[in-house]
């Protein structure tokens, strides 16, 4: 066991106690080695949420551009030229494609 030391009187314990003592350190290496397993599987699941998180928040982003150009292109389409509201509904229909391409790396469709 790593960082602990024997009693200094082993050599008195009979050969039961020391099979006994045996089988307590295999215990709290197999256990030290769950532990590690653990917190690796611990470490990449918040490493896979936060990731989760951030592509969501990346798409909402773009959702909410794209809702933002639209109601301005919807709005100024009928003080501005065709050409200048076609432009805007294309800019929101690409932030929507983005948004949508982010969702799919979140979750893909089923």
């Keep these: 066991m790593?960082?602990?030391t024997r009693p200094p009187m082993t050599e008195t314990l009979s050969p039961l106690e020391r099979e006994l003592l045996g089988?307590?350190?295999t215990l709290m290496n197999t256990l030290q080695s769950g532990t590690a397993q653990f917190e690796?599987?611990?470490?990449?699941?918040?490493?896979?949420?936060?990731n989760r998180q951030?592509?969501?928040?990346?798409?909402?982003?773009s959702l909410i551009a794209?809702?933002?150009?639209?109601?301005?292109?919807?709005?100024?389409?009928?003080n501005h030229s065709s050409d200048t509201t076609s432009t805007e509904l294309?800019?929101?229909?690409?932030?929507?494609?983005?948004?949508?391409a982010m969702l799919e790396t979140i979750a893909p469709p089923t």
């Excluded at 794209?66 to 009928?78: R, V």
């Excluded at 800019?91 to 949508?100: P, T, W």
């Design 40 to 50: 690796a599987l611990e470490k990449r699941s918040t490493d896979m949420i936060e």
């Design 23 to 25: 089988y307590v350190e």
């Design 90 to 100: 294309t800019e929101a229909f690409g932030l929507l494609e983005q948004a949508e």
């Design 54 to 61: 951030a592509a969501l928040e990346g798409s909402l982003k």
């Design 66 to 78: 794209s809702q933002a150009t639209f109601m301005n292109a919807w709005l100024a389409s009928g």
């Design 2 to 4: 790593t960082g602990t």
